[in-house]
């Protein structure tokens, strides 16, 4: 479908603005930043999924109303976030069926409008997805994305056998070597753990003996609360900074009493490392958020998701981390951050897609209450500055989290 999209931006002279909006798409982890997808004639499978990721806020306001070609950018996001889950219930596969039904018929309204032929078998293969589910597992046991590797690793072992009954012979061994394939890859993802941890410049847990879901990094020098203050004047964020977090620990940390005249001091960090549990899969998982002025050159501000008390799934983005040291050897993490809102506006092409307003002020909460990080993007054309699509196939957990799926 990329190339019925890319040939149509092309056509109506709409692939320079298309580029220039998928050029400022906001920055995320194992995310492949694409600045000009319409060149592109060739590449791997990869690339095509990061650019179904990152499509919809760049299309949405740029297409005309009620555009199929937005609705088939939307309904394939979701096809492929199901059908790469690595754990498959009975809900998620009605689920499935649900969205392709849906898909088949924005498909038709495609081939009407748009004379794109929906003969071939990638196409043919999706109304059998949820038969192949029940049959085979989760999806990766018929991924055709592992290339000709795998018939060169079969070549190879055949050739190690004495041409009889070389199926079992080559099973027995794949199986060996992919056992010791396995614990080498352990070993490496922990030194590679290991090596991340340095790289990031985590800091030790405020509190020692304790091991928290969360990490900083990168931390800079103390300051006073208000030399941080007078530091970003010109930031509406930052007002009366001192003020609002002697506020914030009366009423959240009351058991830690600071005296007007009692010091507290900052200690900035520029990324916090978040562990959480997936709701695909139930292991565990990994967020960086970035908080950083210029990271390679950039401002970066990431979002996350807070537990509230009205809003389990509230977000906001980040303004600043820091580790607060209070008198009396207390420390506590916390984060200053943007809320978002739900918004009433409606985009040109309406989906389903999550829809954000960030609001003015700030407020503080502490990184207990983090659950993950999530990704917005602005969405571009929109006459409203603040608005934002919530890029909830950013990952299956994701996905999830917005979708009540289970």
Not at 376 to 387: T, Y
Request: charged share 25%; with cysteine.
């Amino acid at each position: 479908m990329w190339p019925l999209i890319k040939q149509y931006l092309q056509n109506n002279r709409l692939a320079t603005e298309f580029n220039l909006r998928m050029s400022k798409f906001p920055r995320w982890r194992n995310l492949k930043h694409i600045h000009s997808p319409t060149t592109i004639e060739y590449s791997e499978g990869q690339t095509f999924v990061d650019i179904l990721k990152c499509a919809l806020p760049c299309l949405v306001q740029l297409l005309p109303a009620n555009s199929c070609l937005v609705l088939l950018v939307c309904v394939m996001q979701k096809i492929q976030i199901i059908l790469d889950l690595d754990v498959t219930t009975e809900k998620r596969l009605n689920y499935l069926r649900a969205v392709n039904s849906e898909y088949q018929k924005i498909c038709e309204e495609v081939d009407r409008k748009h004379q794109k032929s929906l003969d071939f078998l990638k196409q043919h293969m999706l109304g059998h997805a949820v038969d192949i589910f029940r049959a085979k597992g989760t999806s990766r046991n018929t991924n055709t994305r592992i290339g000709e590797g795998f018939q060169q690793e079969v070549s190879a072992l055949y050739k190690r056998t004495n041409g009889r009954n070389a199926e079992h012979q080559i099973a027995r061994k794949d199986e060996n070597e992919e056992t010791m394939a396995r614990l080498d890859m352990q070993v490496e993802m922990w030194r590679s753990s290991q090596d991340d941890d340095r790289d990031l410049k985590l800091i030790p847990s405020a509190n020692a003996g304790v091991n928290p879901p969360w990490k900083l990094g990168s931390a800079d020098a103390r300051v006073s609360s208000h030399r941080l203050e007078l530091e970003h004047s010109g930031k509406s964020q930052f007002c009366n900074f001192d003020k609002r977090l002697r506020e914030h620990l009366a009423v959240h940390h009351p058991s830690h009493i600071v005296r007007p005249e009692e010091r507290i001091e900052i200690e900035p960090c520029k990324l916090v490392r978040i562990d959480y549990q997936s709701t695909v899969n139930w292991k565990s998982a990994t967020d960086i958020l970035r908080c950083n002025p210029k990271f390679h050159g950039q401002p970066r501000y990431d979002s996350l998701i807070f537990s509230a008390q009205d809003d389990p799934l509230a977000m906001g983005q980040l303004e600043l981390i820091f580790r607060c040291h209070l008198p009396g050897r207390v420390s506590l993490d916390l984060a200053m951050i943007r809320t978002y809102c739900g918004s009433s506006w409606k985009p040109k092409t309406r989906t389903d897609c999550p829809l954000r307003e960030m609001n003015t002020g700030a407020m503080f909460i502490s990184l207990e209450h983090v659950v993950r990080g999530a990704l917005l993007c602005p969405i571009f054309g929109s006459p409203r500055e603040a608005v934002y699509y919530v890029i909830d196939c950013i990952d299956g957990d994701m996905f999830l989290r917005l979708n009540p799926i289970d």
